[in-house]
Every structure is written in structure tokens, then in C-alpha cells.
């Protein structure tokens, strides 16, 4: 039988880890990189590089033929380049390279298209009413996507943690200074293995429920949404670091709370970190002795 072939877009700390689990599966797997170092790395890694950047239409070659695809192109705010040119602008110069429109297609979204700031529950069918640029941006690209794809499928992703990427607020935590947050809003969060797991099981199965592929979009999150108090808590407590202190005077709300069940229910997806309780001692552990 011939090895399906995967092209991602954005083979960065969700994505190499997808691009992981589909060769070990028995897959080929190429992938899209702007930075030639990068691209050495990827061929280290088994992966066939594809020099070329999705913000630059011009640079961006003929994409070679695939039986699936992953967008998950992130934003690099040291790049200089504008948010919609790579979110929404670079999304359309990569299906315009495209060999085929008739391929799964994965997007990689954001729970921050949700604008609710007052601890409620959301799922699919919430209103997505983003207030931030970035959200907006990742909403304007799901339905781009969506329109162009027959087989589009969309995972909005809460945010990710793991070895590697264990918050940038590890070293304030050491040193005891405030987090310029309200201690008791709520977080929303899925670790990088459970991400990755997610993304495959949309790109290589077929639901277990029907009527699942009439909605074509699911949220992508841990089994419990978590207050910022708690999860710093936890981390101090893995780090050896004193409690955190919060800001008092943050006015950002409560957030809200994302849910998971029709991930699990229609694809029969389960998690190997259901929580931060487990997720986050490993992702430490495994970073201290990476």
C-alpha cells in the first residue's frame, strides 16, 4: 500500500510533533519552512523541506501533491511582518499553491476567536465575536479555508504548554515578581502531546458519531479548564519557586471556560494529560532533563 503523504505548513512546536506520529504511522511527511537552517533540520529529522514563505507569494513555490494537509503557521512578532499578512494573506497565497483543493485540510485555530470574559462555558456552537486583531484574524482565515476546502476540517486550540514552552512567566515566578494578571480568571489549556494527538486523529480518521462532518469544526482543550492561580501555583510548586502574587487592579475579566466534549464524543479522542495536575509536572520534569 503507498505511504500517505502529509504537507504541513508551520512544522514549528505543534507541528513536528504531528509531522512525528504521522511518520511513525508509516507516513511521509513534507513540510514548509522560510529559514534554510530550519529546513536542514527538518531533513535531519526525516522530513522533506520546501524552502518558501507563506507571507511572500512570490517566493512560494508549486507545493508538491499530498493526501493531507496541516496549516498551522503561527505568528512570529520578531518578524516584523503584519498579522494579516501571514494569517489571512499567507493562507491564501498557500492554497493558491496547493496541487489539489480536494485533500483534507487541517487549520490550526485559536479558543481566542471567543470574546465571553465572564467564566462561561463555550463550545462550537458559542458565538465567536473576537475582539483582539489575532482573533479576528484566525476567524477571517476559518472561513477562507472552509470556503475554498471541501474537506476542510477546523481545531481551535486553547493554549499550549509543554517541555520547552513551560510559560514565559517561569523566571518572574523564581524571582517573585507580580504577575500582571487577576489570579482568579480562568485559563484554558491543552498540553503540546495532547495537541498533536487531536490534529491526527482529524487528519488521518473518520468520526465515530454521525453527522460529525457537517460541522467541520471542534475545540481542542483539556478535560478542565483551570484558574490562573491554580495552574501558577502548581508551576511555582515544579519549579521550587515562591506562590505567585497577581495584580489586583488587572481588568481582563474572568475569561472563559472551553469544552472538549464534542472532540471526544465524535472522534473518540482521549487524552494522554486530561489535566494540568498531570501535564504539568511531566512537561517540567521532561524540560529539566531534555
Known amino acids: 500500500m503507498t505511504a500517505r503523504r502529509l504537507l504541513i505548513a508551520g512544522c514549528g512546536y505543534l507541528g513536528q510533533r504531528v509531522a512525528q506520529r504521522w511518520r511513525a504511522a508509516g507516513g511521509i511527511v513534507a513540510a514548509l519552512t522560510r529559514r534554510p537552517g530550519r529546513a536542514a533540520e527538518l531533513a535531519g529529522a526525516g ?7 507563506v507571507a511572500e507569494a512570490e517566493a512560494l513555490p508549486p507545493l ?4 493531507a494537509v496541516l496549516f498551522a503557521v503561527g505568528y512570529d512578532r520578531t518578524s516584523g511582518v503584519p498579522q494579516r499578512r501571514v ?7 498557500f492554497l493558491g499553491r496547493l496541487d489539489s483543493l480536494d485533500v483534507p485540510l487541517l487549520y490550526i485555530s485559536s479558543t481566542g476567536v471567543y470574546s465571553q470574559s465572564r467564566g462561561e462555558w463555550v463550545d462550537e456552537d458559542s458565538p465567536a465575536e473576537p475582539t483582539r486583531e489575532g482573533g479576528k484574524l484566525c476567524l477571517e482565515a476559518e472561513q477562507m479555508v472552509l470556503q475554498a476546502m471541501r474537506h476542510a476540517r477546523i481545531l481551535r486550540l486553547a493554549g499550549i504548554y509543554g517541555p520547552g514552552r513551560l510559560i514565559a512567566r517561569a ?6 515578581a507580580v504577575l500582571p494578571y487577576r489570579g482568579d480568571a480562568w485559563l484554558n489549556l491543552i498540553h503540546v502531546d495532547d495537541a498533536a494527538s487531536a490534529a491526527c486523529a482529524l487528519l488521518e480518521n473518520e468520526p465515530v458519531s454521525e453527522g460529525a462532518m457537517v460541522r467541520r469544526l471542534w475545540l481542542g482543550v483539556d ?3 483551570v484558574r490562573r492561580s491554580e495552574f501558577y501555583g502548581r508551576l511555582a ?16 475579566g474572568l475569561g472563559k471556560r472551553c469544552s472538549n466534549r464534542r472532540l471526544r464524543t465524535e472522534w473518540g479522542w482521549s487524552l494522554r494529560y486530561p489535566t494540568t495536575e498531570t501535564g504539568l509536572p511531566q512537561a517540567v520534569h521532561e524540560a529539566r532533563f531534555a
Open 47 to 53: 522530513i522533506t523541506p520546501i524552502l518558501g514563505d
Open 87 to 93: 494569517y489571512v494573506d499567507g493562507l491564501r497565497n
Open 237 to 252: 510548586e515544579c519549579l521550587g519557586a515562591p506562590p505567585p502574587r497577581f495584580a489586583a487592579d488587572d481588568d481582563g
Open 223 to 225: 478535560d478542565r479548564p
Open 64 to 67: 508538491p501533491p499530498c493526501d
Open 171 to 176: 523566571e518572574q515566578l523564581r524571582a517573585g
